[in-house]
């Protein structure tokens, strides 16, 4: 089913115990763009991803991919519609190569992630492809090394490339950028770039330059609501914007 947007949830709210960590929040991913949810700290952003998701299930309201509402699905199978993520904590295999994760990744795309019993000549099968995609996100020097010893922005990179490795329609990345230097946030800001030419990305960020230099839509949220949408000029210059982020009236 071919709709304009990509994602969309309708009175999105999820309560712990009486407290409302997201609340009716009306969200709308168009196909084929960079879509950011920012805030301040606690405003619920990670809390939407792990709803969209289904590591959290919601209190109330629908989520819609593709036109099809998959609220009452299980994560495995959300993710088998293209719907993947990465997350705040580098998640590699710390002592595999960087070729082993995204085989890893490839094996769990063919349905053969849990045969251990395999000798290791039947996965190189998969090296090729998984050379390419460390290629395409320029980690092809990086491939016989573990990836417990490769720099951090690096590291977040082949979280990218193992995603890539499940052919997402819809990639949530949550916080892609944090915790690096200069450097490396220019390199994963064009690798970001670079792979959402053909598919769509979601993506949780506080640097802001980052939102202003890739995002299509943003989406401001607040104490788990929606505080504004729109282009980054527009939202930039929303005096209630700079009053979330700072505590003061523009």
Same mark, same amino acid.
């Given at each position: 089913?071919?709709?304009?947007?990509?994602?969309?949830? $309708?009175? #999105?709210?999820?309560?712990?115990?009486?407290?409302?960590?997201?609340?009716?929040?009306?969200?709308?991913? @168009?196909?084929?763009?960079?879509?950011?949810? =920012?805030?301040? +700290?606690?405003? %619920?952003?990670?809390?939407?991803? +792990?709803? #969209?998701?289904?590591? @959290?299930?919601?209190?109330?309201?629908? =989520?819609?991919?593709?036109?099809?509402? =998959?609220? $009452?699905?299980?994560?495995?199978?959300?993710?088998?519609?293209?719907?993947?993520?990465?997350?705040?904590?580098?998640?590699?295999?710390?002592?595999?190569?960087?070729?082993?994760?995204?085989?890893?990744? @490839?094996?769990?795309?063919?349905?053969?992630?849990?045969?251990?019993?395999?000798?290791? $000549?039947?996965? !190189?099968?998969?090296?090729?492809?998984?050379?390419?995609?460390?290629?395409?996100?320029?980690? %092809?020097?990086?491939?016989?090394?573990?990836?417990?010893?490769?720099?951090?922005?690096?590291? !977040?990179?082949?979280?990218?490339?193992?995603?890539?490795?499940?052919?997402?329609?819809?990639?949530?990345?949550?916080?892609?950028?944090?915790?690096?230097?200069?450097?490396?946030?220019? !390199?994963?800001?064009?690798?970001?770039?670079?792979?959402?030419?053909?598919?769509? &990305?979601?993506? &949780?960020?506080?640097? @802001?330059?980052?939102?202003?230099?890739?995002?299509?839509?943003?989406?401001?949220?607040? !104490? %788990?609501?929606? #505080?504004?949408? %729109?282009?980054?000029?527009?939202?930039?210059?929303?005096? $209630?914007?700079?009053?979330?982020?700072?505590?003061?009236?523009?």
């Amino acid at each position: 089913m071919s709709t304009e947007f990509i994602l969309e949830t $309708r009175g #999105l709210t999820k309560e712990f115990k009486g407290f409302a960590a997201v609340q009716d929040v009306n969200l709308k991913i @168009l196909r084929g763009s960079i879509h950011a949810l =920012i805030g301040p +700290n606690g405003a %619920g952003k990670t809390t939407v991803f +792990n709803l #969209l998701t289904k590591f @959290l299930q919601p209190t109330r309201g629908q =989520i819609l991919f593709d036109g099809q509402d =998959i609220s $009452r699905e299980e994560p495995a199978q959300i993710a088998r519609r293209g719907v993947i993520r990465s997350f705040q904590i580098s998640a590699t295999f710390g002592h595999m190569t960087a070729l082993e994760n995204v085989r890893v990744a @490839l094996q769990r795309r063919l349905g053969t992630s849990f045969h251990f019993w395999r000798h290791e $000549r039947t996965l !190189r099968q998969l090296d090729d492809e998984a050379m390419a995609l460390l290629d395409q996100v320029d980690l %092809g020097s990086y491939a016989r090394t573990l990836a417990v010893e490769m720099p951090y922005g690096r590291k !977040r990179a082949l979280e990218i490339a193992t995603t890539l490795a499940l052919d997402p329609q819809l990639m949530l990345l949550d916080e892609p950028t944090q915790g690096m230097g200069h450097e490396d946030v220019d !390199r994963v800001a064009e690798l970001i770039k670079k792979v959402a030419a053909s598919r769509t &990305v979601a993506m &949780v960020e506080h640097n @802001l330059s980052v939102v202003e230099k890739l995002c299509d839509r943003i989406t401001v949220l607040q !104490r %788990g609501q929606i #505080l504004t949408e %729109g282009p980054y000029a527009e939202v930039s210059k929303d005096p $209630r914007v700079l009053e979330a982020y700072v505590g003061v009236a523009a």
